[in-house]
RNA sequence: GCCGGCGUAGCUCAGGGGUAGAGCAGCGCUUUCGUAAAGCGCGGGUCGGGGGUUCGAAUCCCUUCGCCGGCUCCA
């Protein structure tokens, strides 16, 4: 597997010495807090962390307190010692650390392996580097708080997170795109370019676009609208409470109460506010009697919904309170499943791809433990989802048993530009609801017929696609969604009215310009819009005006000279039709 | 929700038991300028909220809300 010839570190070989820097990491805990209990101490996609239970919590200088006992343990150079004992010997060896008692009790054979570095020694399959020389760069991170075993019930341990790399021009590459990543925070860019804010006076997690953020939405809505009723979809729209007897139909008030929102009292009546929008979709699909003519039927809507969130899990527009979903459901009959599925993935690539996402990842999801319905259904519509999938050629891994409990779903993520994953269209068959609610058509045989539901999003939520796109693209949106396309620049007072005349020009074909007229200096207008990432910056001045001309310059600091506002607009409109 | 950290002007942040500062932004005046920040001046904060300790609290303690990093959760 490891090619000799290779001088370059294997991704393997980088994980044995980021193992092995976490067991340095341990040891050099061990070494400064005696009483120290350990958990494990796994490499992750970035580095590496340990799990410690401590006398006292972790401050900022303890971590470079381990940092320098570590560097002292590499510099000595220690070799790295398997040894393999018996269960019975590595309980002796352990004894005063339960964790590592109740993973030896849980590993299957008789022999374990433990491995010495120094002074520490721990519980370890390996493998590692011959000695701690072996160890790279590496950089200790940060303290967190983690359950043992990721159980929330159980104790709270301390985690310490570290990275190492081969050469210090990786570690340093990586301390750069996580910097890089940080000036893309959807968060930092929403406050920077004025998309959205939250405040606390109005609640955690709820949202407030700001007119800049809300024409991006609008441009997005608009372009979803379209496309869905290109596509056969109908769209509708549904109230934002309903009465509690709704979601005990639907079974959310015993699935999800967690997540409700408490009823309020409505003349007598329990309402709450929605946590979805299916139950309106089928009332809507159930106003009359269906016949099987009239399947697919494809009911869709920009929905808002709330759902409680616990208070840690809130994180700007990824993680809210209230959202609108791009929500549709499919009514059709079992034999039109997979065409509707491959029409939804079809669906999902194009908006995937209009929206700049080159790469994503596909995950089928199939039956968990707790699940609705009959196998044989389950076996069906797992069936009509890998169909779909192999017919649209779309490669896939499978998940298995991360299936909703009424049924298989699809979820596709999506990878920005720096390479991160993110939660993005995701389609889901629906066993429970059309039971639930007693969803049916009339069939050929005039008989009535069980409908097939399926839930879908193409782009998840207004507000977590927000922020996608904001990371994806840094703040520089396409031309197509740029909340301000051009920003016309006059260099003295004297060229003012020459500058709304083309700024009257160019809004008149539906292009956002705005006119910079304050009375400040041609560089310091240059400067903001470049901040704000504006793709057109027009500067005009007396040879413009002259000429009947802007000059163009673009936000990637490409200055294109002088061109007639015909020829500008032309460019731009190609640029808005190709949503690049 | 849990562990830890942090809340000082619109923003970014300094200060820290004796009553609050900078830069940017804002406002006013001057400047009318050729491709990333003109100059001068002015205004602005119950130091997140509540309680306590103290002669005195932005500073120390408690509590509460919010944010951040994780964990857990995410229909």
Known sequence: MTSKASPRAQPEDLDCMRHSAAHVMAEAVQSLFPGARFGIGPTIEDGFYYDFELPRTLTPEDLSAIDARMRQSIAANSPFLREEVTKEAARQLFASQPYKLELIDELPDEKVTVYRQGSFTDLCRGPHVASTKGIGPFKLTSIAGAYWRGDEHRPMLQRIYGTAFATGKDLEEYLQKVEEAARRDHRRVGKDLDLFSLREEVGPGLVLWHPKGAIIRRVIEDFWKQEHMKRGYQLVYSPHIARLDLWKTSGHWEMYRESLYSPMDVEGQDYIVKPMNCPFHIFIFKSHLRSYRELPIRLAELGTVYRYERSGTLHGLARVRGFTQDDAHIFCRPDQLQNEIVAVLDLAKFMMKAFGF?????????????????????????????????????????????????????DIKLKDALGRLWQGPTTQVDFNLPQRFDVNFIGEDSKEHRVVMVHRTVLGSMERFMATLVEHYGGAFPVWLAPVQAVIIPIADRHLDYVREV??????????????????????????????????????????????TVSLRLRNNQDLGQKMVDEFLSMANAAIVARS
């Open 358 to 410: 080159q790469d994503y990842e596909v995950l089928l999801s199939t039956r968990p433990e707790k699940y609705a319905g009959t196998l044989e259904i389950w076996a069906e519509a797992t069936e009509a989802l890998q169909k779909a999938l192999e017919r649209s050629s779309t490669p896939y891994q499978v998940d298995p048993g991360e299936g909703v409990f009424y049924g298989p779903k699809v």
């Open 503 to 548: 700024a009257g020009r160019l809004s008149a074909t539906g292009l956002r310009v705005e006119v910079d007229d304050r009375t400040e200096r041609m560089n310091l207008k240059i400067r903001e819009a470049q901040v704000n990432k504006v793709p057109y910056m027009l500067v005009v001045g007396d040879k413009e005006q002259a000429a009947g």
